[in-house]
């Protein structure tokens, strides 16, 4: 009885969560969910969401869908505009309908919220040069470069606009000047970039080792920015 109990509780607690935000978010035309599979992020819609089962679409890899495993956890994340929400789901099966791949499965986990953007982020359209690292005991290489447009930006991050897919975790040197100042900095990317209209890929960037001297600099450009575009008829 003691065992029961404490899995009907956990069963109550998913359910409550499911029920306290799917309906906001399910009103939200644009949400995505993101699931991560083999270290990579993916990212389609839901179609279908009653109670814990949700139904959505196969996220595609060029024009290929993306083989998610069944009866193994996966975290998932919706993206909506009030927020993210992070949980776990479990594929219990998949189907196809007019030539489309859906998965149905189970959400296994509470909905956790967290606020989207936690510092103000400044819209901007400023070109980006970029470097893929990567590191050999400790030893920093340049796999890569190429050049990018970032379109917004924070003290936390930028969302930078490539040409490439860049792929969850890489890690980057982002060269860009900012309000007439010339900045480097590190970054990680946190997904996979989805496509645009214009078949490029936009791509949520966090920047890593900032210290409080980068921080405050990086505050004052934005704020500067903010204020110049205020005073614009």
């Given amino acids: 009885m003691k065992l029961n109990s404490i899995f009907s509780k956990q069963t109550d607690t998913v359910l409550d969560s499911i029920n306290n935000y799917q309906k906001a978010l399910m009103e939200d035309i644009n949400l995505k969910i993101r699931i991560t ?19 959505f679409e196969s996220p595609m890899t060029g024009v290929d ?18 927020a993210l929400f992070y949980s776990k789901i479990t594929i219990s099966k998949s189907y196809s309908q007019e030539n489309k791949l859906y998965y149905v499965a189970e959400i296994t986990a509470p909905l956790l919220k967290k606020q989207q953007r936690e510092s103000f982020r400044l819209d901007v359209l400023i070109d980006a040069q970029y ?3 990567t ?10 470069s190429d050049f990018g447009t970032c ?10 606009v490539t040409s490439k897919q860049l792929h969850t975790k890489d890690q980057l040197m982002i ?39 980068d921080i405050n600099q990086l505050n004052r450009l934005i704020f500067t920015i903010q204020r110049q575009q205020i005073k614009r008829p």
């Fill in 135 to 144: 590191y050999e005991n400790n030893i920093p290489k340049v796999e890569c």
């Fill in 175 to 213: 060269s860009f000047t900012l309000a007439g100042v010339p900045l480097t900095f590190g970054g990680e990317v946190l997904f996979m970039g989805e496509k645009t209209e214009q078949g490029n890929f936009s791509h949520r960037i966090r920047f890593v080792d900032l210290d409080a001297a």
């Fill in 65 to 82: 869908n993306v083989i998610l495993p069944h009866n193994l956890p996966l975290n998932i994340i919706f993206v909506s505009k009030i």
């Fill in 131 to 133: 470097d893929v690292m």
């Fill in 37 to 55: 599979y083999n270290q990579r992020t993916y990212t389609t819609h839901p179609i279908e969401w009653k109670n814990k089962t949700i139904i």
């Fill in 151 to 160: 379109v917004n930006i924070s003290i936390g991050g930028m969302c930078l």
